[in-house]
C-alpha cells in the first residue's frame, strides 16, 4: 500500500473547511482513493436523502454505479443491510451458492463483480450511508485493509458533518440533499458529453472532473454550464489501466 498516498488521503478527506467545498467532488476522491489505496475494481457511496432514503451519490465507475442503483431499486443487497445495521457487510463470494441477495448477486456478477464489503458512514448512532468496494475476484479480506477501508468512511463522514457545522444555515438534511440534486446535474452533462465527443460515460466524468480541476471550479458548477451551453470544450481524458485484483498483504 501506498503510504505516502494513505496519508495525504486522510488529510484531503479532513480538510472541508475551504470556502469552496464541493461535496460530489469529496465523495467522487473518497471512492477513486479506495479504490487505489485496496486494489478495489471499484467503489461507490450511497447516501440518505431527507427522508432517510438511499440514493448513489458517487462511484468510480458507470458500473458500479448502476449495481449500486440495482440494490436501491430492488431493495437487495450489502450496502441496505449495511446502511440498516450500522455495521459492515462482507460478500465473498457473489457466485457461490446460497446467496442473501440473490438478485443483486446475479447482476453484480453479470457486471464483473465478485466480492463486496460494505462499510457504514456512521459518528456514534448517526449513520448518513455507506461505502462500497468491489472487487473482480472472490477472496478472504485482509483485516488491515478493512480497517483503513473503515477508517476512510468515518474520515469522510467526519469531514461531511464538520462541513455541516461551519455552515450552519444547512442542515444535515439539506446539505446532502443539495449533494444529491448536484449528482443529477453531473449526470446529464456526462450523457451529454459522452454523446458529444463518442465516448463512455467515465470518460466522459473524467473530462468534466479534470476540467473542474484544471480551471479551480466546482465540478457541479462546470457540468450545469455544460448542460446549459454544450459548446464547451473539453481536452480528452488520459488512458486509464484497469484495476480489480484482490489485494495482498498490505505493505507501505
Do not use: Y
Amino acid at each position: 500500500m501506498d503510504s505516502e498516498l494513505l496519508t495525504d488521503t486522510f488529510v484531503d478527506l479532513a480538510d472541508t473547511m475551504v470556502a469552496d467545498f464541493d461535496i460530489i467532488d469529496f465523495l467522487h476522491m473518497l471512492t477513486d482513493r479506495s479504490v487505489a489505496l485496496l486494489s478495489a475494481a471499484a467503489a461507490g457511496v450511497v447516501l440518505a436523502d431527507p427522508r432517510g432514503e438511499l440514493r448513489v451519490a458517487a462511484a468510480s465507475s458507470e458500473a458500479v454505479g448502476l449495481i449500486e442503483l440495482f440494490q436501491i431499486q430492488n431493495d437487495e443487497g450489502p450496502c441496505l443491510e449495511c446502511f440498516r445495521s450500522g455495521h459492515s457487510v462482507t460478500a465473498p463470494d457473489l457466485a457461490g451458492p446460497e446467496q442473501r441477495w440473490p438478485r443483486f448477486a446475479a447482476a453484480a456478477t453479470e457486471a464483473g463483480f465478485r466480492t463486496v464489503e460494505a462499510l457504514p458512514m456512521r459518528l456514534r448512532d448517526q449513520v448518513i450511508g455507506a461505502l462500497n468496494l468491489f472487487w473482480a475476484t472472490p477472496g478472504p479480506f485482509e483485516p488491515g485493509d478493512l480497517r483503513i477501508g473503515q477508517a476512510l468512511a468515518d474520515v469522510a463522514t467526519i469531514g461531511l458533518l464538520q462541513e455541516r457545522n461551519l455552515r450552519r444555515s444547512e442542515t444535515v438534511a439539506e446539505q446532502l440533499q443539495a449533494a444529491l440534486n448536484s449528482r443529477v446535474v453531473i449526470e446529464q452533462a456526462k450523457g451529454k458529453l459522452a454523446e458529444r465527443s463518442a465516448t463512455d460515460m467515465d470518460s466522459a466524468f473524467r473530462m468534466l472532473r479534470d476540467h473542474a480541476r484544471n480551471t479551480n471550479r466546482r465540478l457541479t458548477d462546470v457540468a450545469r454550464d455544460f448542460v446549459d451551453n454544450p459548446s464547451m470544450n473539453f481536452p480528452s481524458p488520459p488512458l486509464r489501466s484497469p484495476g480489480g485484483a484482490r489485494p495482498g498483504p498490505a505493505s507501505g
